[in-house]
Structure formats: C-alpha cells, structure tokens
C-alpha cells in the first residue's frame, strides 16, 4: 500500500446529520420540542431533538430537515424558515464521529405529535434553561453550543463516557465567529440586563485556553459588569457557591454575585478595577511589593471559614497520574519521568494535611494589580474548593520562579513558613501540576503552558539531583 493510500485510509468519512430546534416562547421563556426515543434504536430512554440523516447525495442539509421534521413530528416547515444554529463535530465513546447541523425554526404548520411510535414513544416542549433528563449527550452539547451562541463545537467523547448528558463528562469545546465582535447569545443578554439594566456595549475578553466565555458589558448608565458562562455545571456550581460564602468575607479584593442563571451556566458580576498581572512588567520593587500582597491575599483566603475541615491525604492527588505520564511522555527530559513517580512513592508516607478554602487557580491570570491605588483584586473562582493550602501556592511558584527575593516577599505577606509536611506535599503538586500542563497543552497547542511544565519540572530537577 502506497503512503497516499494508507493516508486515504485513514482519511475522515464522517456520516452527516440534521437536528430540528423547534423553539417557541412558552409560559416559562423559550422552549424547544423534544422527543424520547424508544425501542430497538441507540440511545432508547433519553430525549433528543427531532432529527436524522441525510437519505443520499440528491438531498442537501435543508431538505433533509425539513423531512425530517414531517416524518418524526408530522409539521410543514418552509425552507425559508430554517435557519442556522450551529455545527457540531462529534465522536461517540464507541469511537464513530459525525458532523451534525442544527438548525432553528421558529415558523411552522401543524401540531407537533409523535408519528412514528416505534423509535419515539413522547414528544413534549422544555424550557431551555430547564432540559430534561435522561438526555443524549450530543443532543445538550448541540442546545449548549446554540445558547451560548457559538457557530461551530467540537464534542468528541472518550472511550467509557455515558450515551446520556453527564456534567462531568461534558466534552464540549465551542469555537467563536472569527474577526467578530461578539455578544453574548440573547438568552444570556436578556439574563444579564434583567439583573443590572440595559447594556449598551459588549466586549468579549475570554482567555483563549479556556471553555468558559467572559465579556465586559457597559451599562447605559456608565455601569461596568462582568458576565460569565461557565464551561461546564461542576465549575458554575463551584463559583456561584464561592461567592455566596466565603469569598465575601474578603471585602473589596474580590468582585461581588449580582446574578446567578444555573441554566445558563451565566453569572454577573461587579467590575474591580487593575490589569492582570499575567504578562505584566514591574520594577524590582514593585514586583516584590505585589507578590508581598499576593501572599496576604492567600493568606486571607485561607483563613475563610469553611465549617467542619476534612483532612486530604496526598494520595488523593494521584488518580490521574498514568494518564498525564502517558500523554505527556513524549515532551519530558530524560529523568524527568522517574523522579515524577518516585516523588508519587514518597507521597504514600506523607502525613495528610487540612483543607481550607482555596482559590484553586490562584495565578497571575487572575490577579489584578491596580496601579494607581496599589492594590492586588482576585477574579475567576469556577476551579474553588476545599483543599489543602499548597494547592494555591503549587501554581504561583512558577510566578517567582528562581527569585528568591519574590519568594520571600510572598512568604512575608502570607505570614508563616510552610510546615516541612507542607513543603512536601508542595513539591508532589508541583511535579503533578507539571506533567499536567505539558499534557494539557500539548493536547490543546498550547507551547505557553507546556513551557510552563517543563520550566517547574526541570526545577525539580535540579532540586532532588542526587
């Protein structure tokens, strides 16, 4: 077999499907019609959008929604009507991919009705914001993509992943218009102007690497705001329960809830004012004066109350070792696997240590330095949990790198040494933390936060050379 036919073979043959998002404004906002599937059909028991392939090459995406939509749910729906929604690139966890487009409609004739009861067994109206349960993982990632309003998604599943949505297996990736000043989708705009007035201006400002979606709205009044879309059920509920508890207690270093949407997955928030100190030049100096406050601000959110604390062994930490090692390997200096796995070894003698409120991505990304006041605010609290204190600091040791002076500063500022326990469980996060990073970006083409992996691990390194 020549190389451009074995290439041939490999080439992607994706089957083609049409998805109907029927939508009308029902009693409790926009709703959208959806059918159970039933029978000897894949994925029986769990909703889905009215839906179906392409029947060959005489009949186009358009048309094929249209029969679509006669067949299963017995309508008429004037293809002038159909509009676009957004296209999905999916892999089921059985490993088959297709292309899905999904189309809104929101003009029609006739009552919607199951008509064919051998493969559908209910037809009913959901409110957006409230999708129901059971339902097909492609089908939410699909009506996820089109609320956030985004034209194109990537939802490949991994081998093991549930048919069904799951929150915790939500491989959504939505990719923007390019070139376009975007805002947000009008469910979201509607949310946030319901919560602080009419917006009169959108900016888009989402960090790139990251699912979630960030825009800095102006009020008509000259407000500032923030609102936000999580990625994802776990990092909304983490966030909106963050900031209804302990973050608070903060005072002015932190933005405050305004309005919080579980269905949406959307929050506003208060401005705070600074730039992030990501990429950031200071004088010596002033560098020092920020990571002194770095280390007060970490110090106060580890004091935050969290009721009764559950001690976390390093043990604990080590689930996803094999995985980050096997995806990673390739980038990693000779030694650099070893003393990742001898370092796992020791953590199995570790003593365990407390859980306290933690930021959990606490780096300079999200930390604002205000100029002008001399001030240091923290945003972003989607990744805040209960854990110990140097999963925090974990993550800013690479901010001071071989500076010992900012080390110091920071330790100054949060106000005690690390205990010797402590400092080893530090030194296990921090070589975790590398090999996932290297991971992630090489994963995702992201030479930034590899380079960050690689940086820590050849720290290590240097600091266990025998």
Same mark, same amino acid.
């Given at each position: 077999m020549t190389g451009h036919q074995a290439a041939a073979e490999q080439r992607h043959r994706e089957c083609i499907d049409v998805h109907?998002?029927?939508?009308?404004?029902?009693?409790?906002g926009p709703e959208v019609l959806l059918s159970r599937r039933a029978g000897d059909v894949y994925a029986a028991g769990l909703w889905h959008l009215v839906s179906g392939h392409l029947d060959g090459p005489h009949e186009d995406i358009v048309e094929a929604l249209v029969r679509e939509a006669r067949e299963e749910s017995g309508i008429a729906v004037d293809p002038a009507d159909v509009g676009a929604a957004t296209v999905v690139h999916h892999r089921a966890p059985a490993g088959a991919a297709r292309i899905g487009f999904f189309f809104?409609?929101?003009?029609?004739?006739g009552t919607p009705a199951v008509q064919e009861p051998q493969v559908c067994d209910g037809m009913d109206w959901f409110a957006l914001d409230d999708l129901p349960t059971p339902m097909v993982a492609y089908c939410r990632a699909g009506l996820d993509a089109y609320v956030a309003g985004r034209p194109v998604a990537v939802h490949f599943q991994e081998p093991g992943d549930p048919i069904s949505y799951s929150p915790d297996h939500h491989r959504l990736h939505t990719l923007p218009t390019a070139g376009a000043q975007e805002t947000p989708a009008p469910l979201?705009?509607?949310?946030?102007?319901?919560?602080?007035?009419?917006i009169t201006s959108w900016s888009d400002i989402s960090w790139p690497r990251d699912g979630s979606r960030v825009w800095r709205a102006g009020g008509v009044r000259g407000g500032t705001w923030f609102v936000k879309v999580h990625q994802s059920d776990r990092f909304h509920d983490r966030e909106v329960a963050a900031y209804r508890t302990w973050v608070?207690? =903060?005072? !002015? %270093? *932190?933005p405050r809830l305004v309005a919080a949407d579980p269905g949406l997955r959307a929050i506003v928030v208060t401005a705070v004012p600074g730039r992030? =100190?990501? !990429? %950031? *030049?200071?004088?010596?100096?002033?560098?020092r004066r920020i990571f002194r406050a770095i280390g007060a601000l970490a110090a106060a959110i580890h004091r935050c109350a969290l009721g009764s604390l559950t001690p976390v062994t390093a043990a604990a930490a080590l689930g996803k070792l094999e995985g980050y090692l096997a995806a990673a390997r390739g980038r990693l200096a000779p030694g650099d696997e070893e003393l990742v796995r001898a370092l796992a070894k020791q953590a199995e003698r570790?003593?365990?240590?407390?859980e306290v409120a933690t930021h959990g991505d606490l780096q300079l990304r999200n930390l604002l330095w205000d100029d002008q006041a001399g001030r240091l605010f923290a945003i972003d609290f989607e990744r805040s949990e209960p854990g110990p204190a140097i999963r925090d600091i974990a993550r800013l040791a690479d901010a001071?790198?071989?500076?010992?002076?900012?080390?110091?500063?920071?330790?100054?500022?949060?106000?005690?040494?690390?205990?010797?326990?402590e400092e080893d469980h530090l030194t296990l996060l921090q070589a975790l933390d590398s090999v996932s990073a290297v991971q992630y970006g090489t994963t995702h083409d992201d030479p930034e936060l590899v380079e960050r992996g690689l940086r820590t691990l050849a720290r290590l390194r240097a600091a266990h050379r025998p």
């Open positions: 109907l998002i029927l939508r009308r404004d029902g009693p409790r809104e409609v929101r003009r029609w004739q979201v705009r509607r949310f946030a102007e319901q919560a602080v007035g009419r608070p207690t =903060l005072g !002015g %270093a *932190v992030p =100190l990501h !990429g %950031a *030049v200071h004088p010596p100096e002033e560098q570790l003593p365990p240590v407390e001071w790198g071989d500076r010992a002076d900012l080390q110091a500063a920071f330790v100054a500022g949060y106000g005690r040494l690390l205990t010797p326990t």
